[in-house]
């Protein structure tokens, strides 16, 4: 990540005692229950660019921290209209509640990108550094929802 074009780019419109310092968000749904139902979860995961990638690659390694669990409801009881909203509306609904989910985890990121924060790098040294998100790392299904596209759509057309 520290060689990208978007890094130094992103660096130039900072003075010189601000590091940039990437944010990566990552997150898949996954099943919560066996032989009990079929609830989901989506985990929500960062990890900073200044991580080397051979070291983040690697689970053992613990790169990524967990910053949220979010619900994934299904909405069954819910009574809508008529048949088209029953079928339509529970996934809406659904990718509603992610994005105002997201809006809440990331809200202090979001202070952080415009703020300076004090962070201690590596060596011990003590930084100002501005988080930028850098990357949402998805499945086709997360980056249509992240996009707010329908699921069969293409994100990079």
Same mark, same amino acid.
């Given at each position: @990540?520290? *060689?990208?074009?978007?890094?130094?780019? @992103? /660096? #130039?419109?900072?003075?010189?005692?601000?590091?940039?310092?990437?944010?990566?968000? +990552? #997150?898949?749904?996954?099943?919560? *229950?066996? $032989?009990?139902?079929? #609830? &989901? @979860?989506?985990?929500? =995961?960062?990890?900073? #660019?200044?991580?080397?990638?051979?070291?983040?690659?690697?689970?053992?390694?613990?790169? $990524?921290?967990?910053?949220?669990?979010?619900?994934?409801?299904? =909405?069954?009881?819910?009574? $809508?209209?008529? &048949?088209? /909203?029953? %079928?339509?509306?529970?996934?809406?609904?659904?990718? %509603?509640?992610?994005?105002?989910?997201? +809006?809440?985890? =990331? /809200?202090?990121? =979001?202070?952080?990108?415009?703020?300076?924060?004090?962070?201690?790098?590596?060596?011990? !040294?003590?930084?100002?550094?501005?988080?930028?998100?850098?990357?949402?790392?998805?499945?086709? /299904?997360?980056? !249509?929802?992240?996009?707010?596209?329908?699921?069969?759509?293409?994100? $990079?057309?």
């Amino acid at each position: @990540m520290c *060689t990208a074009d978007w890094w130094a780019e @992103m /660096q #130039g419109y900072y003075p010189e005692d601000i590091t940039i310092n990437p944010m990566l968000v +990552t #997150g898949d749904v996954t099943h919560v *229950t066996n $032989f009990s139902g079929d #609830g &989901k @979860m989506h985990p929500i =995961f960062v990890s900073s #660019g200044h991580i080397d990638k051979d070291i983040r690659n690697q689970p053992s390694k613990r790169a $990524f921290m967990i910053v949220a669990l979010l619900p994934v409801p299904k =909405f069954a009881k819910t009574k $809508f209209a008529n &048949k088209t /909203q029953a %079928r339509d509306m529970p996934g809406r609904l659904r990718e %509603r509640l992610y994005h105002l989910c997201l +809006t809440i985890v =990331f /809200q202090t990121a =979001f202070t952080a990108a415009r703020v300076p924060v004090y962070m201690a790098d590596c060596d011990g !040294n003590v930084r100002k550094e501005i988080i930028l998100p850098a990357a949402l790392i998805h499945d086709m /299904q997360e980056r !249509n929802i992240s996009a707010c596209l329908n699921a069969a759509w293409c994100t $990079f057309c």
